[in-house]
């Protein structure tokens, strides 16, 4: 169990199994340049997310060193998304509605 084959395997073995999940969790449609420029700068590497980008990019960026901080940019994306709909539907309504003021009244 000592052998450098081995143990190079476990370890590798060990980070997929932190990096798989962060890869699916960065898949989400909730994350956005804002959230990949992030990412850049925690990883300190730089890419391109355009058509060429791929999962290679993504082990790359050994995603297995910065767990805690790629759930982090997920979960804010996920929450900025929320406000978002949440701003949306607000706008909305309030577009719709016609406010108008009564100058007559004293406390005006």
Known sequence: RNWPLYT???????NMQ??????HDLHSPTMRD??????????KKNFDK???FCFRDLLDLEL???AEDVSEIVAQSDKETKIEK????IRNVWSKMSVS???S???C
Do not use: I
């Open 8 to 14: 190079w395997l476990l370890d590798e073995v060990k």
């Open 86 to 89: 949440k701003l949306f539907n």
């Open 105 to 107: 009244r004293e406390d």
């Open 101 to 103: 003021f009564d100058y």
């Open 50 to 52: 355009g058509p060429e």
């Open 18 to 23: 932190t990096a798989l999940p962060l890869v």
């Open 64 to 66: 297995h060193h910065f």
């Open 34 to 43: 804002r959230h990949w420029a992030m990412l850049m700068t925690v990883t």
